[in-house]
Structure formats: C-alpha cells, structure tokens
C-alpha cells in the first residue's frame, strides 16, 4: 500500500528558530514529491522535487529528497510566526498516478 | 484566471439529504480530483477524472458519485448524507505536473 508518512505530527518553535520537517514515502512508480502550505484553506504549493540531492530553495524555505532512502526534507529558517500552518508532504505516482498526501505537520510559531 | 472555484464554500445536512458540490476549472486541465481532508489528516481521493468522460475511483468512493460531462466541471454527489461524510472537501486540477487547489467546501451532517 502506499503511504506518505510525515514526522512530527506537531511542533512549537519561537520566532528565529529553524525548523527541519521530515517525509518518508513508500510509493509504487513514484515521479516527484510535493510539498505544501496549508493555512485556512486550499493547499498552497511550495516545491516539487524529482531529482536526489539538489536543493530547491525559496526565501527562507528549502527543500531536498533524498530517492535512495525514500525521504525528503523540508526546512525554515529565522522562523516567522506567519510560517504557523500545516506542511503537507505528497507523493505522486502510485496506481492511480495520483498526490498520496501524509497527515500534515502542523507548525507553531510563537513571537 | 479564476483557478479551481468550488461551490457551497459551507453547508450543513441533514442525515439522509443529498446535495452536490461543484467544481469548475478555467485552465483547461485535463485532470480532476476530488479529495477529503479529515481534522488532523492529510487528503484522500475521493474520484478523479483524466479527461471529459472518465472518471474513476479513488482510496474513499463508497457513499459519493461524480460525473465529468466538461473539461472544466467536475461535480461531486452525495446521495444520502451520513455523519461521517462531515469533513472539508478540496477539488484540484492538474495538467499532469502540478496541482492546482480550490479553497474547499466544508460540509457538516447532522
């Protein structure tokens, strides 16, 4: 079966701290891996990964997977309170060649 | 450029109603996807669709329907609302790369 499974399920942090936000994914014909913001509403996007090894950064986010241990990361740094959300990490692929999502990481970030 | 429009934005039913969730797209995107998403879980398939006429089951069909008469609509049925179909729903659109989300409908069953 596949599954995306996303550690820590929650987390506090202050202001300035960094922050590492781990996915680990089991996917049949896996293509890419996604990463998303999630506030109030819809998902936002942030990254898609297909590639091992290199880094796809965006302000104070990056990201990076890593296809031989099935896992991928996503960090923060100097953390804004406005970084409080759900990160959501999905894999594409599968049977249905569709987003397998894990559970979320929901991000606290207290000034 | 509107992106993924979903309609009711909120509703609440009673056990045993039926209602339909709409979705629209202006991107002329191939795929669509209806997801649920659970508090404090991530988002299940539902049904998706890979073009006009086709639609197929995902991880959680059982109590919904959908029909893709257009490229750009893609609604969801529930025929007879159950508790524990309470849960916010998302539509997405997808040329075959990236995602494109809707701002979800949150539908309660009482």
């Known amino acids: 079966e596949d599954k995306v499974v996303q550690s820590p399920l929650s987390l506090v942090v202050h202001e300035g701290d960094t922050v590492t936000l781990n996915c680990s994914y089991e996917?049949?014909?896996?293509?890419?891996l996604l990463w998303y913001k999630q506030e109030k509403k819809a998902p936002t996007f942030l990254f898609m990964l297909t590639s091992s090894g290199i880094e796809k950064k965006s302000g104070r986010l990056s990201s990076i997977l890593d296809k031989k241990e099935l896992f991928s990361i996503l960090n923060i740094t100097a953390t804004q309170t406005g970084d409080s959300a759900v990160y959501l990490c999905?894999?594409?692929?599968?049977?249905?060649?569709?987003?397998?999502f894990g559970k979320g990481t929901k991000l606290s970030v207290k000034p | 450029n509107a992106g993924v429009t979903q309609t009711p934005k909120f509703r609440i039913l009673k056990i045993g109603q039926s209602m339909t969730l709409q979705c629209t797209q202006d991107m002329n995107h191939n795929y669509m996807y209806w997801y649920r998403q659970d508090p404090g879980m991530g988002l299940k398939l539902i049904y998706y669709?890979?073009?006009?006429?086709?639609?197929d089951k995902g991880e959680v069909p059982n109590g919904y329907n959908v029909s893709r008469s257009t490229t750009e609509d893609f609604p969801l049925r529930l025929e007879l609302a159950a508790p524990s179909q309470t849960s916010v729903y998302f539509c997405?659109?997808?040329?075959?790369?990236?995602?494109?989300f809707g701002d979800g409908t949150r539908l309660s069953i009482l």
């Open positions: 669709s890979v073009g006009a006429g086709i639609t």
């Open positions: 999905a894999g594409t692929g599968g049977s249905q060649g569709n987003l397998i």
């Open positions: 997405a659109s997808s040329p075959g790369t990236e995602w494109h």
């Open positions: 996917v049949t014909n896996f293509r890419s």
